[in-house]
């Protein structure tokens, strides 16, 4: 079987040091291993041949854990995955938009520490949901221009990784347990073909502390996932779902590429790969392309 082992990080000189010290774990594994292919500063894929995938995950991440690394081992064949489902709150974007409305409503500190506990997988998410919308009851609505203005940014690589997918003929997908206010901006911003998240109710000018109902979470993000992937006539191993709290924990396990992007340790622990160093387009190194293909106008 022939398998790719990806490696990408913001410093390149880290990556070149790691060869030497893959080739014997690799080989202890029983993977053959080719000539790299670089595919842009800091990333590269090195052709495995091997039988035992498990043994070659292990056998990298024995390697190559606590650098600054990031690291995919997959098949190589249907590495272009073609529908992509994301997380938004800290994942497409560097904020928690929920947490941000908050602090214009002077609760951040409460609010902000429910949100830690559901994305740990601590608390149940809708409930948690509910918990903290209804202490927003009376920010005024046009708060939450405001702070999409302010405080929401893409993170690095976003809309390189989003735009270059849709080029290339995948289908992106936006799905958050967040809000559509800030959802349909982010989408258009980065890039998404459609976005799904949830609502805040509204009152005489001002959010009434409540949520629509049935909530967007855990069950419902895999719920978008195989529907979509339906639709499209796609087996779920040509899908790709990134995300970072517990709530993205199940659409991650199922997709042919379940990706943790700074993630909780609930959620690094499941996926096939995580992103702690580098930026976003690690994910479209990942799937084989080059700098060259990445779309950045």
């Not at 040091?17 to 893959?22: F, I, P, S, T, V």
């Not at 080989?27 to 894929?45: Q, S, T």
Request: hydrophobic share 50%.
């Amino acid at each position: 079987m022939q398998i790719a082992l990806t490696l990408v990080s913001p410093q390149p000189d880290q990556v070149q040091a790691a060869l030497g010290r893959l080739a014997p774990a690799l080989a202890a594994a029983g993977a053959r291993v080719k000539e790299p292919r670089p595919l842009g500063p800091g990333a590269l894929d090195l052709a495995l041949e091997g039988e035992d995938l498990a043994a070659i995950r292990a056998a990298a991440a024995s390697v190559l854990d606590g650098s600054a690394i990031d690291h995919c081992v997959q098949p190589w064949n249907g590495r272009r995955k073609r529908l992509l489902v994301a997380d938004m709150d800290s994942t497409i974007i560097s904020c928690e938009c929920l947490d941000e409305l908050a602090d214009f409503a002077g609760v951040k500190a409460q609010v902000s520490a429910i949100t830690e506990r559901a994305m740990r997988g601590e608390l149940e998410f809708e409930g948690a949901l509910r918990e903290r919308v209804a202490m927003l009851k009376g920010l005024p609505v046009t708060d939450l221009q405001l702070a999409y203005d302010q405080r929401v940014r893409l993170n690095p690589g976003a809309r390189t990784f989003v735009r270059t997918m849709a080029a290339s003929g995948a289908r992106c997908l936006l799905v958050s347990g967040g809000f559509t206010f800030f959802t349909s901006r982010v989408a258009v911003a980065a890039g998404f073909h459609e976005d799904r998240a949830n609502t805040l109710g509204e009152a005489d000018g001002a959010l009434s502390g409540t949520v629509g109902e049935p909530i967007l979470g855990r069950e419902a993000k895999l719920a978008a996932l195989a529907g979509e992937a339906r639709a499209l006539g796609l087996d779920l191993a040509q899908t790709l779902a990134i995300g970072d709290g517990a709530n993205d924990l199940a659409m991650i396990e199922a997709a042919g590429l379940g990706v943790a992007y700074r993630a909780k340790p609930i959620v690094a622990a499941q996926a096939d790969a995580k992103v702690d160093h580098a930026d976003l387009t690690a994910l479209l190194y990942f799937q084989g392309y080059a700098q060259a293909d990445f779309v950045t106008d």
